[in-house]
């Protein structure tokens, strides 16, 4: 009998065990795991005209929109952690080229393909190389993915893409700081800038007279804030943007703590 109970003790005590190992992983440490790239690139260093990002908000977007799995792909094509935009990532190269983070496209996937997500590992130095279409990795036989996939270069395109945003938004629209611009840049972030344009141009020729065979981007560029001002009083639009900012005051305090040992 005393032995039933003693199993039945280590049972329970293992299934508890379990419990909180599980709660810890995807409550916290599943979230904290991409922690290094975030902190590191909200920075934006070496990036000319632009500020850096608040990296809670860059945390809070990828816990929002992909809760933090790296292999989703939207239903408008928006890839990886940060749930880039298209635009984002063309964005992006036109202002850095491929450079040392490759994004895959359909003219340079035959010579650049995919990466191995162990390549960082000290024993797998070889493996940051990149195979065309390599289902795995000759270095340790893992299954490849897509570069823009990968954690550290979606990390890196995706605070940029923010940063530009922002910094569109406060050169173009006249007296634009504090609440009102983090709202347009989350808001904008998720729409894509060249996709509230497309709308705005829709709406322009069908109002205003004159713009019917085509609206100059100095006229559309003028409708950005009172289009963002409409838009955002939507009360959908502001849940959305409110859920960000509340899981950014979430993640505000590990992030600061982890920020403030690197720096020691």
Not at 69 to 74: C, D, K, L
Not at 89 to 109: A, C, L
Not at 119 to 146: I, M, Q, S, W
Request: proline share 5%.
């Amino acid at each position: 009998m005393k032995i039933k109970v003693a199993i039945l003790f280590i049972i329970g005590v293992l299934v508890v065990a379990f419990t909180v190992f599980s709660v810890y992983y995807y409550r916290i440490g599943r979230n904290d795991q991409y922690d290094e790239y975030i902190l590191k690139y909200s920075k934006l260093e070496g990036e000319p005209g632009l500020k850096p990002v608040d990296p809670a908000i860059v945390k809070a977007i990828i816990s929002v929109r992909t809760n933090f799995n790296p292999f989703i792909t939207g239903p408008n094509g928006e890839k990886g952690l940060m749930s880039i935009p298209e635009e984002g990532v063309e964005k992006f190269k036109d202002y850095h080229g491929e450079g040392d983070f490759i994004i895959v496209t359909p003219e340079n996937e035959k010579k650049l393909g995919y990466v191995c997500p162990n390549r960082h590992f000290p024993d797998h130095k070889k493996a940051h190389e990149l195979y065309f279409r390599a289902v795995n990795c000759p270095v340790c036989g893992r299954r490849t993915v897509e570069a823009i996939i990968d954690p550290e270069v979606n990390a890196r395109i995706g605070t940029w893409y923010l940063a530009y945003i922002t910094a569109y938004i406060e050169e173009n629209i006249e007296g634009i700081d504090g609440e009102d611009l983090l709202n347009f840049s989350i808001f904008v972030y998720l729409s894509g800038l060249e996709t509230l344009f497309t709308d705005i141009e829709a709406q322009l020729r069908s109002r205003v007279k004159g713009f019917e065979n085509g609206v100059p981007r100095e006229a559309t560029i003028r409708a950005l804030k009172p289009y963002l001002d409409s838009v955002l009083r939507v009360e959908q639009v502001r849940a959305d943007i409110d859920k960000i900012k509340k899981e950014a005051e979430r993640f505000r305090p590990r992030l600061e703590k982890k920020a403030h040992n690197n720096r020691a």
